[in-house]
């Protein structure tokens, strides 16, 4: 009969732990299940109210061409996210970013809005290009 008590309760604990980390998940703003959000799909969420001040959050796109400022007396960089359409000033609390950090490189960056509209970054992901192409006179996806 202990042994059933202790199973149990073992259970319930290991269920109570998952529905903490579920909730937790889904309390992370609009669409936390999803990797990123476009800038398409973070401006249409804030013009629905679903974006909340100092929620984390990531949001993909391009650095905007001429914006990247670094600061290194307050150890950020400054610098526009943009889709091409729609953009959004970032200010990334760090200086050690990869060196393909540059203009129209593909970005996901993760953390908060402000209140003043910043989008204030703790880390930033570039993206590989993907610019990798077949050698000349062999088939594309065939192994040398």
Known sequence: MARKKRMLVGGVL???VFAGFLVSVVDQG?????YYHTLE??????RDGKV?????????GLVAPGTIQKDLERMQIRFDLTDGTRTIPVVLTRLDVSDLFKDNANVVIEGRLGADGVFVAENLMT????????????PAGSAK
């Open 14 to 16: 290991i269920l109570l």
């Open 52 to 60: 909340e001040v100092k929620k984390g959050l990531r949001l993909n």
């Open 127 to 138: 993206k590989c290009p993907t610019k990798y192409e077949a050698a000349e006179g062999s």
């Open 41 to 46: 799909d973070f401006d249409q969420a804030r």
């Open 30 to 34: 609009v669409g936390a299940l999803q």
